[in-house]
């Protein structure tokens, strides 16, 4: 019984290291480096990133709109010509022969006022970057609660396993004892049939965890980028929430990036209503051109043209399209505004969810501790009870079990109190490197924006591509 009582201290003293966070140097991972390790290499949220980077460039092409055209024409070839010049009826002269034309001519065009689209165009695509930074920070946060989870995933299910482990090992003391006992006959066949049973019922939930293990250590990779590897304790982030539900519903309505885009997407709709108004305001050009020609006719050697023109159109009808992509526009503001209030209690019905997860996880760990405890002395009792004759060995199994399912309980309700924090911080819009204080480059957006935002010319990329 000894070595029984030994094996079922282990395995407590396996659950509680992982959530108390006992200082041991053989630790050589913890919950913080995982998500920089997330938070630099995931590939979907690098993806994102390279798409905010996509979307910067619609501002220098709205830009466009206020920058000239320039073009260069060249042209020459071969030319024969064979012509009489006179007045009809009297004595005319001809031309003809070959020349060869060459014309090298440039034309300049500046748009003066278009209603108002230029403007509107390039508030609009500074409306679609801010937008499209907000939805970098939503996928930013999945990431970083994708990886706290599946953190504390790995954490729970290799101590569950270990109970497991620990589990079969004393049901395999147990049916040892049980044998001798029944050679001695202390006890009967029946309570060696029960222990075997309950063994082999252990050995399937080991088996069972193990699978459940490997599963977790799969996704670990995916999801953080390296396999697991004696990983440190993970503890709550409740330092950086809200001190009341009032103030985290409240957080979340103004912080949350879910929301914050959608106010974004109001804005852009509002001035593609401006733009698409626009249509309806007349245009004003100033085109000039310049043209150096040779040999176009026989009688001129030499030819230079050169013309400034300001053209003033005024739209009165074009087919009624116009007019249906205003309220086509009109419609699609409201539609934002209605998303903006549906994100909106989305938001707020997050918020409450994940708080009072986050408050029944504190409740469970403090119960499932005291699980713990009494399922201890309750096991301990019945074995000394079953040493006197005054219970049975189905007891001591049962209470073997029971013991088994509150350290997996308590296991589980460690993992959800951590989960639930850090579910918390995203839910009001907190979860992010400079809020949790990692150490790491934090990736910058404006820092491209303002590389592309000016750029006149170029094809490659600030990046070198």
């Not at 006992?22 to 995982?34: F, G, K, N, Q, R």
């Not at 930013?140 to 270990?162: F, G, K, N, P, W």
């Not at 992509?325 to 209605?338: F, G, H, N, Y």
């Amino acid at each position: 019984m000894g070595r029984v009582k030994l094996l079922a201290g282990a395995a407590v003293l396996a659950v509680m290291t992982a959530w108390s966070g006992a200082a041991t140097p053989v630790l050589a991972d913890t919950i913080e480096a995982a998500l920089v390790r997330a938070y630099q290499n995931n590939p979907q949220l690098n993806a994102q990133r390279a798409s905010v980077r996509a979307t910067d460039e619609n501002v220098p092409q709205a830009l466009s709109g206020y920058r000239p055209n320039v073009s260069v024409t060249a042209s020459g070839g071969v030319q024969y010509t064979d012509a009489t010049q006179g007045v009809p009826g009297g004595t005319g002269s001809a031309l003809h022969g070959t020349q060869t034309p060459v014309a090298v001519g440039a034309t300049v065009s500046q748009t003066l006022f278009n209603g108002f689209q230029t403007a509107n165009k390039t508030r609009a695509a500074e409306g679609q970057v801010s937008a499209s930074r907000e939805g970098l920070r939503v996928l930013e946060q999945t990431v970083l609660l994708a990886a706290a989870t599946i953190y504390m995933d790995y954490l729970r299910d290799s101590a569950i396993v270990e109970v497991q482990r620990s589990n079969v090992r004393v049901l395999e003391q147990t049916l040892k004892q049980t044998r001798d006992r029944f050679t001695v006959g202390e006890v009967t066949r029946t309570d060696v049939a029960q222990s075997e049973a309950q063994l082999a019922a252990g050995r399937t939930q080991l088996l069972q965890a193990e699978s459940t293990l490997t599963t977790t250590r799969s996704n670990f990779r995916r999801i953080i980028g390296n396999e697991p590897s004696q990983l440190a304790p993970g503890s709550p982030v409740d330092r950086f929430l809200p001190g009341s539900l009032t103030g985290a519903v409240d957080l979340g309505l103004t912080q949350n990036p879910n929301v914050t885009a959608a106010m974004f997407g109001i804005d852009v709709s509002h001035l593609q209503v401006k733009v698409a108004e626009g249509a309806l305001f007349p245009t004003v050009t100033l085109q000039a051109n310049v043209q150096q020609a040779y040999q176009q006719q026989l009688t001129i050697q030499k030819q230079f043209f050169a013309s400034a023109v300001a053209q003033v159109s005024v739209p009165i009808y074009q087919g009624g399209a116009e007019y249906s992509l205003i309220r086509q526009s009109k419609e699609t503001l409201a539609q934002q505004r209605l998303t903006l209030e549906q994100v909106r209690d989305q938001t707020r019905a997050s918020v409450v969810q994940a708080w009072g997860q986050l408050v029944a996880g504190k409740s469970q760990v403090a119960s499932a501790q005291a699980q713990v405890s009494a399922s201890e002395i309750a096991l301990n009792g019945v074995r000394e009870e079953a040493k006197a004759g005054q219970r049975t060995t189905l007891d001591v199994l049962n209470a073997q079990q029971a013991l088994v399912n509150a350290r997996v309980a308590l296991v589980t309700a460690q993992h959800d109190r951590v989960v639930a924090s850090y579910a918390v911080l995203s839910a009001v819009g907190r979860l992010s490197p400079q809020v949790l204080k990692l150490h790491t480059t934090v990736y910058d957006p404006s820092v491209h924006y303002h590389q592309v935002r000016d750029s006149w010319i170029g094809v490659r990329t600030p990046d070198g591509r």
